[in-house]
């Protein structure tokens, strides 16, 4: 099968996923965004995902985003940086990104606001929490998270939005719901703090085997990759 009509079938049965998922919960659909994990797949795929009707695009890592941003002709979407950014890259990742994910300590929201202001952006940002203690996860401890949003009440350029999470994997999408859960608790305790935690509306969990339990659990974007675009090539795509 041709790339679009794939993804586009692809497309119809996540979305029926969320749908039934946010009926269960008692939640309208258009509350979840669905992020279309494009890691590791090559232009081709961005342009069929575009045509398809997806508007938002997920990438692990910059400089993959960047040449894929390079090469294909598709219009302007929503780039989601999904994973984590090391400190050197952090304006290119607010060049070139409209969400960051994966913001992690003071230090480093402190470095995308100066590179956000230098370059006349403003992404949005969500901060990704460590629930679970995972060595090779990042994620700021629970107890940082109050410290890099006060850090965010000076910022010029860009915004907290939000928190992310990645728990640890399992087969049985249920092991994923206390962390989904605890994440929703913690956004909640902290918008209840004060009127400047107004704009933590956003949750960003669950993947492609796990989606149902994150929107049942509160979540307001979802981030799909193989459910979308199938299994993934074992290298970084050819970009010719």
Known sequence: MELVPRI????????????????AAGRV????????????FGPAHI???????????????????L?????????????????HLQSNKTRKAAEAFDWIHSVDSVDLLRRLDRAAADCGRSPKLLIQVDLAGEA??????EAEVQRILDAATTCRSVEVRGLMVLPPWSQNPEAARPYFRRLRQLRDDLRASGPDRSRLDQLSMGMSHDLEV??????????????????????SPTLE
Do not use: C, Y
């Open 8 to 23: 586009t079938a692809n497309l119809a049965t996540v979305n029926a996923r969320i749908a039934a998922a946010a009926a």
């Open 29 to 40: 659909t258009t509350d979840v965004r669905l992020v279309a994990v494009s890691k590791k």
């Open 47 to 65: 342009e069929a995902a575009v045509a398809a009707g997806l508007q938002d695009l997920g990438e692990n890592r910059v400089q993959e985003a």
């Open 67 to 83: 040449l894929k941003q390079a090469a294909t002709s598709a219009p302007r979407v929503h780039w989601h940086l999904i994973g």
């Open 136 to 141: 090779t996860k990042h994620g700021a401890p």
């Open 214 to 235: 994150a929107v049942e659990e509160g979540a307001t974007m979802v981030r799909v990759g193989t459910a979308l675009f199938g299994p993934r090539p074992p290298a």
